[in-house]
């Protein structure tokens, strides 16, 4: 939200294909997540980043990669591997830095997958 | 593991009426969120309770953290159209994870 940028909104590939979801942030917050949110469902965690060049994977890992090289970046790669990556990626940070982090998630607009 | 489920799944009223949504946790948070989400929009910070019994009011909406700090809700008092939305919780664990658990999401909507 405000400082959190996905790229695209939507975005279409073939089955089979590896897509990068971009997540840049301006915030100067050091975690960063990615969940992903299927229809009428909640938010499921894929993986987060607590510092640059480290990351854990989340509940649903399976199928998706990702890098933190940046503190303002975190892609998030969906493999061949993902059975069904057709949803709704969601890139979020934790509000704060270091000794001043909060609990406050703050939500990028999000990037529609669809695979054809 | 750990859930955080949440009731009811979805309600559906007419505007003036009120609205509550349930958060239950099988193990003990450190803290809960709500959030809410918006027709094609995403997620977006509401408030954050972490005392035990805690009641916070935003105007119209009233949140509670339980005493045993397991369970939550959200209650909306007299309902606008402007509420129209999915309201999430968001549990924090007591080990001080990084990691929030949400819950499955109400989704409100609002007969004019």
């Known amino acids: 939200d405000g400082g959190i940028t996905q790229s695209p909104k939507y975005l279409f590939r073939k089955e089979g294909q590896n897509v990068t979801l971009s997540c840049e942030q301006n915030l100067n917050h050091d975690a960063m997540y990615w969940y992903r949110q299927d229809p009428g469902q909640g938010l499921r965690l894929i993986y987060y980043?607590?510092?640059?060049?480290?990351?854990q994977k989340g509940d649903i890992a399976e199928g998706y990669s990702v890098s933190r090289e940046k503190k303002e970046s975190f892609p998030l790669t969906v493999t061949s591997a993902q059975k069904n990556p057709t949803a709704f990626y969601l890139c979020?940070?934790?509000?704060?830095?270091?000794?001043?982090?909060?609990?406050?998630?703050?939500f990028g607009p999000g990037t529609r997958l669809t695979v054809l | 593991g750990q859930q955080v489920m949440q009731i009811p799944q979805y309600q559906h009223v007419q505007e003036g009426e009120d609205f509550t949504t349930y958060c239950n946790s099988s193990t003990t948070l450190s803290n809960i969120q709500w959030y809410k989400q918006r027709p094609g929009g995403h997620p977006v910070f509401l408030i954050q309770?972490?005392?035990?019994?805690e009641v916070k009011k935003q105007k119209r909406l009233t949140f509670q953290f339980g005493e045993a700090k397991k369970n939550s809700s959200l209650h909306i008092t007299a309902t606008q159209t402007t509420d129209v939305g999915t309201y999430f919780c968001?549990?924090?664990?007591?080990?001080?994870?990084?990691?929030?658990?949400f819950g499955s999401g109400t989704r409100l909507l609002v007969r004019p």
């Open positions: 980043s607590q510092i640059v060049n480290d990351f």
């Open positions: 979020a940070t934790l509000g704060g830095s270091g000794r001043y982090s909060t609990d406050t998630q703050y």
């Open positions: 309770l972490v005392k035990s019994g």
């Open positions: 968001a549990g924090r664990r007591m080990d001080s994870s990084y990691k929030l658990i």
